[in-house]
């Protein structure tokens, strides 16, 4: 089934009046354009090293001749007389202005900007001036980022950017991605996650970018600074600029090894605590099932060679790296090896660049098992690993919790993972009609292609409990396809105070996803694995095939603009507008509009403002932007059919067909009003700035399954636009250089966030209910039934359950009623449940601080998450003495706390906030050491070496071990829904940085 999207009526006529936009930008320029009187002026351009600068941009101010400086630092250019003006910029450099006179020859010599206020900030489809930002925008460069051994560089972020919350609850495992959320959850169903542009392309892969090619990131929090991506930009954008080509030759190599521990594992009893305790039956071993099944330390190393070069016209840069991380159980582990190159060529008229980028990749990984790890937690310690009777085979487990198995055996003799090739590229053609138009045509892909393998041998004492001893394997190959065309067009135009910055653009994009699977048992042999599932006996029974396919697309098509003014360098405005349409929606709903404005105010380049010379930029700023969300499945609001099982008929099977969805034909975009107040300010000379805002954001037409009767539907659930939710908090980033001498600096940087958040309504005027929805049901054994509830007017993360009042003489737990009256917790029913907490933080905050002494280099990095609740799930299921009977438990379970005191199974699994925790913690999260020495050899350009440490510390009151393990983000923070475990790790990295 393909998707289309049609443009008609007056849709068609804007589009076409967006078309004419380059024509008319460019007959514009050239009118403007004045006539150049024959005064010629030549010069070089030089740094204050005395290097010569290529590139530099030279404006004859207030008017649209300009040119550029060549390899060497030399130009020329036409002036119309003495009194002309003419501007050097250059990045990283103090612009100068300098008038002509009767001079013919002027060279100048740029001085290095020290100025943060000259930091250049990427925006959407642009740059500018960190002194022009009128919107909420975070720049990072990277070499801020934390030193991790990690598989997704966006880890590295964590921490630095306030509003911006990053957490992996398995961390210990190479192949878990990071949960990324921006000013807290936005959407019921669709997508939460920002948008990652890669050097201009919407859409890129983080796991297919090696940190070390980094330049900066600059994370769009702001809604006019993210309107500009309309759609996708929804939840934010983070946009990651790569390292490009150097001046001159250098090669650089990066290496690192690292060792992963358990940190804060839990702890279960030992096989004499257990029998001392009458926990079951005693089978004569003493197995420590953790630790069976975990590595004492697992292994990882890193390594990245770059080769760069060039001039200001043409240049490279090409890196190479290879990765092979263990994992903390027995069988995980990820080895991968990438590449990218980035090749620029700019005429030697300096009329067009052509750019292109090239990022390869391929990986096998291994599967961690976390189911493996709560058999650990909860086997009994005296079953032991082998069969007593058989040493070579494994012990057989028939007693424990729900389909026990051997954990080591799984670990050890199945096979699961993913083979996987990733490959993007994009090009660009930039044409500088004029020096102040430009236009550019950029093409990209994004292809992912994930060839999943799985494989249970017949030997499996599983297969042999579950599967009637038959070899089981499958095998699914995935394959993600995104291909993006985007036109856009820049004009500058300045002249006395007024300064002006036009952009104009068009964006088509288009998603392709498309699998198949096959699976089979009872294959002859063991010896192919999954690599000979048609020999198969299982699926050849008639009725059974054991096969998939899929294929699904969808298009998003743009025409966007964008103005930004600046008045005298202090009155600032921008204003944007994205007219987007969507293949996802309904007939009469595939377009919306998304509008943004900002203003700014820079008051110190007031006159009033001049005598505090201790204030060298304050910046008031306020900005509005609405942006959509599209980030759901594909042909909801389509008439779809799909099969509903195979019947015998006449002797023959058949498949049923029916229609598989409520069809939704006003399906439309779910929006966001996104509103912030700012401040920026600079004081003392750069010693001290930062930055507060202030937001709020207002999500409508919230995209979900909506619970409607049967009959007239013919599905239970309707995928529809229901619902407000509301976001809103503070945002404070701060930059302190403490001490500043030759010898020794000393810096810090705080960032901290609070969100408050709030479901307006879960109803609207076609779809009337309930004002709640219980969520997160928790697994057996029993029915604890659901943990929390999002309803109107409360926060998400609401825990609903009942309310604890102690422990009773005969160990079962005690509650309170809807009366308030104390009663048995076995006693109680769903009326008596109430709101008891909330797993949302109130705040998240961080402390970095950096030092260098001579040679040496330190950073000391300090997160900490505040305010909110999280449910012991080890401790509800394994944590009291009451756990069923031949089940381990934690030790918790025994020694005088509070758990230890229920002891009666009559209440073991029933929900209550005496299973609720203050989350809050304060961890030393990174700590960097570094030596650079002097180095006298021709052949090395530079030694670095460095040692780090990651999650050293953890300061909490949470018994549940690593408050990191559970997740803030997403619509039901604070606790996990099932019983699987995985820990967390510190990590000890040591590596070397060589410049040649």
Same mark, same amino acid.
């Given at each position: 089934?393909?998707?289309?999207?049609?443009?008609?009526?007056?849709?068609?006529?804007?589009?076409?009046?967006?078309?004419?936009?380059?024509?008319?930008?460019?007959?514009?320029?050239?009118?403007?354009?004045?006539?150049?009187?024959?005064? &010629?002026?030549?010069?070089?351009?030089?740094?204050?090293?005395?290097?010569? +600068?290529?590139?530099?941009?030279?404006?004859?101010?207030?008017?649209?001749?300009?040119?550029?400086?060549?390899?060497?630092?030399?130009?020329?250019?036409?002036?119309?007389?003495?009194?002309?003006?003419?501007?050097?910029?250059?990045?990283?450099? *103090?612009?100068?202005?300098?008038?002509?006179?009767?001079? &013919?020859?002027?060279?100048?010599?740029?001085?290095?900007?020290?100025?943060?206020?000259?930091?250049?900030?990427?925006?959407?489809?642009?740059?500018?001036? /960190?002194?022009?930002?009128?919107?909420?925008?975070?720049?990072?460069?990277?070499?801020?980022?934390?030193?991790?051994?990690?598989?997704?560089?966006?880890?590295?972020?964590?921490? /630095?950017?306030?509003?911006?919350?990053?957490?992996?609850?398995?961390?210990?495992?190479?192949?878990?991605?990071?949960?990324?959320?921006?000013?807290?959850?936005?959407?019921?169903?669709?997508?939460?996650?920002?948008?990652?542009?890669?050097?201009?392309?919407?859409?890129?892969?983080?796991?297919?970018?090696?940190?070390?090619?980094?330049?900066?990131?600059?994370?769009?929090?702001?809604?006019?600074?993210?309107?500009?991506?309309?759609?996708?930009?929804?939840?934010?954008?983070?946009?990651?600029?790569?390292?490009?080509?150097?001046?001159?030759?250098?090669?650089?190599?990066?290496?690192?090894?690292?060792?992963?521990?358990?940190?804060?594992?839990?702890?279960?009893?030992?096989?004499?605590?257990?029998?001392?305790?009458?926990?079951?039956?005693?089978?004569?071993?003493?197995?420590? !099932?953790?630790?069976?099944?975990?590595?004492?330390?697992?292994?990882?190393?890193?390594?990245?060679?770059? @080769?760069?070069?060039?001039?200001?016209?043409?240049?490279?840069?090409?890196?190479?790296?290879?990765?092979?991380?263990?994992?903390?159980?027995?069988?995980?582990?990820?080895?991968?090896?990438?590449?990218?190159?980035?090749?620029?060529?700019?005429?030697?008229?300096?009329?067009?660049?052509?750019?292109?980028?090239?990022?390869?990749?391929?990986?096998?990984?291994?599967?961690?098992?976390?189911?493996?790890?709560?058999?650990? +937690?909860?086997?009994?310690?005296?079953?032991?690993?082998?069969?007593?009777?058989?040493?070579?085979?494994?012990?057989?487990?028939?007693?424990?919790?729900?389909?026990?198995?051997?954990?080591?055996?799984?670990?050890?003799?199945?096979?699961?993972?993913?083979?996987?090739?990733?490959?993007?590229?994009?090009?660009?053609?930039?044409?500088?009609?004029?020096?102040?138009?430009?236009?550019?045509?950029?093409?990209?892909?994004?292809?992912?292609?994930?060839?999943?393998? @799985?494989?249970?041998?017949?030997?499996?004492?599983?297969?042999?409990?579950?599967?009637?001893?038959?070899?089981?394997?499958?095998?699914?190959?995935?394959?993600?396809?995104?291909?993006?065309?985007?036109?856009?067009?820049?004009?500058?135009?300045? /002249?006395?105070?007024?300064?002006?910055?036009?952009?104009?653009?068009?964006?088509?994009?288009?998603?392709?996803?498309?699998?198949?699977?096959?699976?089979?048992?009872?294959?002859?042999?063991?010896?192919?694995?999954?690599?000979?599932?048609?020999?198969?006996?299982?699926?050849?029974?008639?009725?059974?095939?054991?096969?998939?396919?899929?294929?699904?697309?969808?298009?998003?098509?743009?025409?966007?603009?964008?103005?930004?003014?600046?008045?005298?360098?202090?009155?600032?405005?921008?204003?944007?507008?994205?007219?987007?349409?969507?293949?996802?929606?309904?007939?009469?709903?595939?377009?919306?509009?998304? &509008?943004?404005?900002?203003?700014? !105010?820079?008051?110190?380049?007031?006159? @009033?403002?001049?005598?505090?010379?201790?204030?060298?930029?304050?910046?008031?700023?306020?900005?509005?932007?609405?942006?959509?969300?599209?980030?759901?499945?594909?042909?909801?609001?389509?008439?779809?059919?799909?099969?509903?099982?195979?019947?015998?008929?006449?002797?023959?099977?058949?498949?049923?067909?029916?229609?598989?969805?409520?069809?939704?034909?006003?399906?439309?975009?779910?929006?966001?009003?996104?509103?912030? @107040?700012?401040?920026?300010?600079?004081?003392?000379?750069?010693?001290?700035?930062?930055?507060?805002?202030?937001?709020?954001?207002?999500?409508?037409?919230?995209?979900?399954?909506?619970?409607? =009767?049967?009959?007239?539907?013919?599905?239970?659930? $309707?995928?529809?636009?229901?619902?407000?939710?509301?976001?809103?908090?503070?945002?404070?980033?701060?930059?302190?250089?403490?001490?500043?001498?030759?010898?020794?600096?000393?810096?810090?940087?705080?960032?901290?966030?609070?969100?408050?958040?709030?479901?307006?309504?879960?109803?609207?005027?076609?779809?009337?209910?309930?004002?709640?929805?219980?969520?997160?049901?928790?697994?057996? =054994?029993?029915?604890?039934?659901?943990?929390?509830?999002?309803?109107?007017?409360?926060?998400?993360?609401?825990?609903?359950?009942?309310?604890?009042?102690? *422990?009773?003489?005969?160990?079962?737990?005690?509650?309170?009623?809807?009366?308030?009256?104390?009663?048995?917790?076995?006693?109680?029913?769903?009326?008596?449940?109430?709101?008891?907490?909330?797993?949302?933080?109130?705040?998240?905050?961080?402390?970095?601080?950096?030092?260098?002494?001579?040679?040496?280099?330190?950073?000391?990095?300090?997160?900490?998450?505040?305010?909110?609740?999280?449910?012991?799930?080890?401790?509800?299921?394994?944590?009291?003495?009451? $756990?069923?009977?031949?089940?381990?438990?934690?030790?918790?379970?025994?020694?005088?706390? /509070?758990?230890?005191?229920?002891?009666?199974?009559?209440?073991?699994?029933?929900?209550?906030?005496?299973?609720?925790?203050?989350?809050?913690? +304060?961890?030393?999260?990174?700590?960097?050491?570094?030596?650079?020495?002097?180095?006298?050899?021709?052949?090395?350009?530079?030694?670095?070496?460095?040692?780090?440490?990651?999650?050293?510390?953890?300061?909490?009151?949470?018994?549940?071990?690593?408050?990191?393990?559970?997740?803030?983000?997403?619509?039901?923070?604070?606790?996990?829904?099932?019983?699987?475990?995985?820990?967390? $790790?510190?990590?000890?990295?040591?590596?070397?940085?060589?410049?040649?």
């Amino acid at each position: 089934m393909l998707s289309y999207l049609h443009v008609s009526g007056p849709r068609r006529r804007w589009s076409g009046l967006w078309l004419l936009l380059p024509a008319l930008l460019v007959s514009y320029s050239l009118m403007a354009v004045p006539r150049l009187a024959a005064v &010629p002026i030549t010069g070089k351009v030089i740094s204050n090293s005395g290097d010569p +600068l290529p590139g530099v941009s030279i404006l004859e101010k207030g008017t649209n001749n300009g040119t550029l400086t060549d390899a060497e630092g030399n130009y020329k250019i036409n002036v119309q007389g003495a009194s002309s003006v003419l501007t050097y910029t250059y990045i990283g450099f *103090v612009k100068q202005e300098i008038t002509v006179g009767n001079q &013919p020859v002027i060279n100048v010599t740029l001085e290095e900007s020290s100025s943060s206020l000259n930091e250049v900030v990427v925006v959407g489809y642009g740059t500018l001036d /960190k002194k022009e930002v009128t919107s909420a925008i975070t720049h990072v460069s990277g070499k801020d980022l934390l030193t991790v051994g990690v598989t997704n560089p966006i880890s590295a972020l964590q921490g /630095k950017v306030s509003g911006l919350t990053i957490t992996n609850t398995g961390g210990g495992d190479p192949n878990s991605m990071p949960s990324i959320q921006l000013r807290g959850v936005s959407s019921r169903d669709a997508g939460l996650g920002p948008l990652v542009v890669v050097n201009g392309v919407p859409g890129g892969v983080l796991e297919n970018i090696n940190q070390n090619d980094i330049e900066s990131i600059d994370v769009l929090k702001g809604g006019a600074a993210s309107a500009i991506y309309g759609t996708r930009g929804s939840n934010g954008v983070i946009i990651i600029t790569t390292k490009k080509g150097s001046q001159g030759s250098r090669v650089d190599y990066n290496g690192y090894g690292a060792f992963d521990f358990a940190a804060m594992p839990l702890k279960t009893l030992s096989a004499s605590e257990f029998l001392a305790q009458n926990r079951g039956t005693d089978f004569g071993a003493q197995t420590d !099932w953790l630790k069976s099944i975990t590595r004492a330390s697992a292994f990882s190393h890193k390594h990245s060679l770059s @080769f760069s070069g060039g001039d200001a016209r043409n240049n490279y840069r090409a890196t190479a790296d290879y990765r092979d991380a263990q994992g903390l159980d027995l069988r995980s582990g990820r080895e991968e090896y990438g590449a990218r190159l980035m090749l620029n060529h700019t005429s030697a008229n300096n009329l067009y660049t052509l750019t292109l980028n090239v990022a390869p990749r391929y990986f096998k990984s291994n599967n961690a098992d976390y189911d493996s790890f709560d058999q650990a +937690l909860t086997l009994n310690p005296t079953l032991p690993i082998f069969d007593p009777q058989n040493p070579t085979r494994y012990n057989r487990i028939q007693s424990g919790f729900s389909s026990p198995f051997n954990p080591v055996e799984r670990l050890r003799t199945e096979q699961s993972g993913t083979e996987g090739k990733i490959l993007d590229y994009n090009a660009s053609l930039l044409v500088n009609i004029l020096p102040t138009l430009t236009t550019q045509l950029t093409f990209g892909q994004f292809t992912r292609d994930y060839f999943d393998f @799985f494989f249970r041998p017949s030997t499996s004492t599983y297969a042999a409990q579950y599967q009637g001893s038959m070899n089981s394997a499958s095998r699914a190959y995935n394959k993600y396809d995104q291909r993006s065309l985007e036109w856009v067009g820049n004009y500058s135009w300045t /002249k006395g105070a007024h300064d002006v910055k036009v952009l104009g653009g068009y964006s088509y994009q288009y998603f392709q996803s498309s699998g198949l699977s096959g699976e089979n048992r009872q294959m002859p042999s063991d010896a192919l694995t999954y690599n000979n599932i048609g020999t198969g006996l299982y699926q050849q029974v008639e009725g059974r095939n054991g096969m998939g396919t899929y294929k699904n697309d969808s298009r998003l098509i743009a025409f966007f603009g964008r103005i930004n003014y600046a008045l005298q360098d202090k009155y600032l405005f921008s204003a944007s507008l994205r007219r987007e349409g969507s293949s996802k929606f309904g007939y009469n709903h595939k377009w919306g509009n998304f &509008p943004a404005a900002s203003v700014g !105010w820079r008051l110190s380049q007031e006159a @009033f403002m001049k005598p505090l010379t201790w204030i060298d930029d304050l910046k008031l700023r306020a900005d509005y932007g609405v942006t959509g969300n599209q980030d759901f499945g594909n042909y909801l609001s389509l008439d779809t059919y799909s099969g509903y099982g195979y019947y015998p008929l006449n002797g023959s099977q058949y498949q049923v067909w029916g229609p598989s969805q409520n069809t939704n034909y006003d399906l439309r975009w779910e929006t966001a009003e996104n509103l912030n @107040f700012g401040v920026d300010f600079s004081i003392f000379k750069e010693r001290f700035s930062g930055s507060i805002n202030y937001y709020t954001r207002k999500n409508k037409d919230l995209l979900g399954f909506y619970s409607v =009767p049967l009959p007239p539907n013919i599905q239970g659930s $309707t995928y529809a636009n229901v619902g407000t939710m509301q976001n809103s908090g503070i945002e404070l980033q701060l930059n302190a250089q403490v001490v500043s001498t030759s010898a020794f600096t000393y810096s810090v940087a705080f960032a901290g966030a609070t969100n408050s958040n709030k479901f307006v309504s879960f109803s609207n005027a076609a779809y009337q209910g309930q004002n709640y929805i219980d969520v997160v049901g928790l697994p057996s =054994p029993g029915s604890p039934g659901t943990a929390q509830r999002l309803q109107e007017g409360q926060r998400i993360g609401t825990f609903y359950m009942l309310h604890a009042a102690g *422990v009773g003489d005969d160990g079962k737990l005690l509650v309170y009623n809807q009366k308030g009256d104390i009663i048995p917790a076995d006693k109680a029913n769903n009326d008596d449940k109430r709101v008891v907490g909330n797993g949302l933080p109130k705040a998240t905050l961080s402390l970095n601080n950096t030092f260098t002494y001579k040679k040496w280099d330190a950073s000391v990095f300090f997160r900490a998450v505040v305010g909110y609740k999280l449910f012991n799930t080890q401790a509800f299921y394994t944590g009291t003495p009451g $756990t069923q009977s031949n089940a381990n438990v934690l030790t918790s379970a025994y020694g005088g706390g /509070k758990y230890a005191k229920l002891t009666n199974q009559a209440t073991t699994v029933i929900l209550s906030d005496y299973f609720l925790e203050d989350g809050s913690f +304060l961890k030393l999260d990174n700590v960097t050491l570094g030596y650079t020495p002097k180095v006298n050899l021709k052949s090395i350009r530079s030694i670095r070496l460095y040692a780090a440490a990651r999650n050293l510390l953890t300061f909490t009151s949470f018994t549940g071990g690593d408050p990191d393990r559970y997740p803030i983000n997403g619509l039901y923070p604070g606790i996990n829904s099932s019983r699987s475990y995985y820990p967390t $790790t510190t990590q000890i990295l040591a590596g070397i940085q060589l410049g040649l």
